[in-house]
């Protein structure tokens, strides 16, 4: 199972970004996909996560300004970042849990400066 994740790079305070990050591979099932973060010096923290039935879950903080999506016919989640803020700069990491187990992504970079 590969995941390839895209849509990271430098952004301006108040921008947005939309990652996105493919799965592909022996797949029968996806339960749960999912983005965690780790910034530099900090552990890797849950950003959201959707369940196959679309239930989602968000982080406090990005509450408002994230929104998680997919789309299972291309085994695909999405999170769009909107209002970013200078302490949303870390790497993203795509997961998924699947019926064989759970699979990271290798991360995208979003770093928000000015």
Known sequence: ?????????????????????????????????????????????????????????????????FTISRDNAKNTVYLQMNSLKPEDTAVYYCKILGVTGAYWGRGTQVTVSS
């Open 1 to 65: 199972v590969q995941l390839e994740e895209s849509g990271g790079g430098l952004v301006q305070p108040g921008g947005s970004l939309r990652l996105s990050c493919a799965a592909s591979g022996s797949i029968f099932k996806i339960y749960t996909m999912g983005w965690f973060r780790q910034a530099p010096g900090k552990k890797r923290e849950l950003v959201a996560s959707i369940t196959s039935g679309g239930s989602t879950d968000i982080a406090d903080s990005m509450k408002g300004r």
